[in-house]
């Protein structure tokens, strides 16, 4: 199995899940000192999932992250039991979207309703799971049956500066039919740790991390063709800097390779060593 055959097929996974979700991408994130929009807030959250990072599932050959579809948080109940709220269900693509979120004021104190004043933190958690069908306009066919947790809080709502932190665990199980079959099973476990961003200057200014990593180790079991199945394990770190790059590392073997992101999505990955 090489590495190239397996990003081949998670090009063609991601075109297909980009298709059904209709995703947004993370570029970009913006914030406002004044106010809690949750929807912005949400978005910029989407950044602590990895493979939702333009390029990133290039370097680790998986398929690009579904994203969330978009959704009204003012249509999410409140539950005093839960102390949180829970959205109603999305599907999309064939995938199903289960989405809650949690409150926290600076004393990590739950509230049921936002405050532009004492809202610090937010928290939300997302499971996807379900079966996208990869269109054979890509070049092949197939299907890509997903499983995904995140659960991630988004902190410092007060302050100029918000911060990053969770975890995070995906399984797929790809299978694509043409001149070469393909079936191939990733699963995945995140750590994003510290990611910062800051308040922007201007609302036409993006506010890229200017700290923080996210942290990926993944096994896949893949069997292409003819050939037998092949175990491959890797790690990932991303570190962001402040500036519309991040820089990526993956080790595989005892072998690391060094790419560079552009988070803007308008260039693909450029890496060195092995």
Do not use: E
């Not at 807030?41 to 599932?57: F, K, L, Y």
């Not at 809650?100 to 405050?115: E, H, I, P, R, T």
């Amino acid at each position: 199995m090489t590495r190239s055959m397996l990003r081949s097929l998670a090009a063609a996974v991601s075109a297909a899940l980009v298709v059904g979700c209709g995703s947004d991408s993370p570029s970009g994130p913006s914030t406002s000192q004044h106010t809690v929009d949750l929807a912005t807030v949400m978005a910029q959250m989407s950044i602590g999932r990895p493979t939702s990072i333009p390029g990133a599932n290039v370097v680790m050959s998986v398929p690009a992250s579904t994203g969330i579809p978009k959704f009204v948080p003012s249509a999410c109940a409140y539950s005093s039991a839960a102390q949180g709220f829970t959205c109603p269900t999305v599907t999309s693509g064939g995938l199903t979207f289960d989405i809650s979120y949690f409150l926290y004021d600076a004393g990590g104190k739950s509230q049921s309703a936002v405050d532009a004043n004492t809202t610090a933190a937010v928290r939300t958690v997302v499971d996807t799971k379900g079966t996208a069908t990869v269109s054979p306009s890509t070049g092949t066919s197939g299907t890509a049956s997903i499983t995904d947790h995140s659960d991630l809080t988004m902190s410092g709502l007060l302050t100029s500066t918000h911060v990053l932190n969770g975890s995070g665990t995906s399984h797929y199980d790809l299978a694509l039919s043409g001149t070469t079959p393909i079936h191939a099973v990733i699963d995945m476990t995140t750590a994003t740790k510290d990611v910062t961003i800051p308040t922007p200057a201007d609302a036409d200014t993006p506010a890229w991390p200017t700290s923080g990593t996210i942290t990926t180790d993944a096994k896949t079991v893949a069997t292409i063709g003819g050939l037998g199945s092949i175990t491959t394990t890797w790690h990932t770190v991303i570190t962001f800097n402040g500036t519309s790059t991040a820089t990526i590392v993956l080790t595989s073997s005892g072998a690391a390779t060094t790419c560079t992101l552009d988070l803007t999505g308008k260039n693909p990955p450029v890496c060195s060593g092995s």
